[in-house]
């Protein structure tokens, strides 16, 4: 089925650690996003990309940093972890193009920094 | 500064009955706008958007949202609710200040909780 894959699904990390969310996409969508899903602030875009090659920094983007090696895989690292971190993180990808486009989103990786 | 607001934080609804969830947006320029449903431990998935065109838009699951460029809202609506619309719904905007880059980057409210009982 195609769409955007995301692990871990759950992680609990330590403050300090370094962590990488992993997102893959199969619908060689050019763009992707990395958005952090927090309770009464809705979705924040935390870094994206255009095209491979190519990343951006969104509206919360301190303390994370992106690569897009390829068109599939767009990690999302963490360098050094602290608990205002504490979240769901959402991939998602849009085809590009003019207009506007609609993002499919992957499922989610809730993490957890004590 | 563009914003996006959804003025509940939950609504209730009797299954059946019609639902509105409201959202009201701020751009300087002409608005793109999203409607997206979050079923539990899920990603968001689609609904429907408007560009340009007719005020009414229609989209997944029997939803439509009506454009009101005069009130600046953008009220997704179903005429009979079903429980399994139970969800959380989020309003979204294109954000202009990436116009010509990136063309997905949205900026959400905070979402709607829709609770509909049998």
């Known amino acids: 089925i195609a769409g955007i894959t995301q692990a871990p699904t759950s992680q609990i990390l330590a403050a300090g650690r370094r962590m990488t969310l992993r997102c893959t996409q199969d619908?060689?969508?050019?763009?992707m996003y990395w958005y952090r899903q927090d309770l009464g602030l809705g979705l924040r875009l935390i870094h994206y990309?255009?095209?491979?090659?190519?990343?951006g920094k969104g509206e919360v983007p301190d303390g994370y940093s992106v690569s897009r090696a390829n068109t599939d895989d767009f990690p999302l690292t963490l360098a050094s972890a602290v608990p205002s971190q504490t979240s769901v993180y959402f991939c998602?990808?849009?085809?590009?193009?003019?207009?506007?486009?609609?993002?499919?989103f992957g499922a989610g990786s809730r993490l957890t920094v004590l | 500064a563009q914003s996006v607001a959804q003025p509940e934080d939950q609504v209730n609804v009797a299954e059946g009955n019609p639902l509105t969830v409201k959202c009201t947006y701020s751009?300087?320029?002409?608005?793109?706008l999203f409607w997206y449903v979050q079923y539990p431990n899920r990603g968001l998935q689609f609904l429907l958007k408007?560009?340009?065109?007719?005020?009414l838009v229609k989209g997944s699951y029997g939803f439509e949202a009506e454009f009101n460029k005069s009130q600046t809202s953008f009220h997704l609506k179903k005429p009979s609710a079903l429980v399994s619309d139970s969800a959380l719904y989020f309003c979204?905007?294109?954000?202009?200040?990436?116009?010509?880059?990136?063309?997905?980057?949205?900026?959400f409210g905070k979402g709607t909780k829709l609770s509909v009982k049998p």
């Open positions: 979204a905007v294109r954000d202009e200040r990436y116009y010509g880059g990136s063309q997905g980057n949205l900026i």
């Open positions: 990309s255009n095209t491979a090659g190519t990343t």
């Open positions: 751009v300087s320029g002409n608005p793109y």
């Open positions: 408007y560009i340009t065109g007719d005020n």
């Open positions: 619908m060689r969508h050019n763009a």
């Open positions: 998602a990808s849009s085809d590009g193009g003019a207009g506007a486009n609609v993002l499919t």
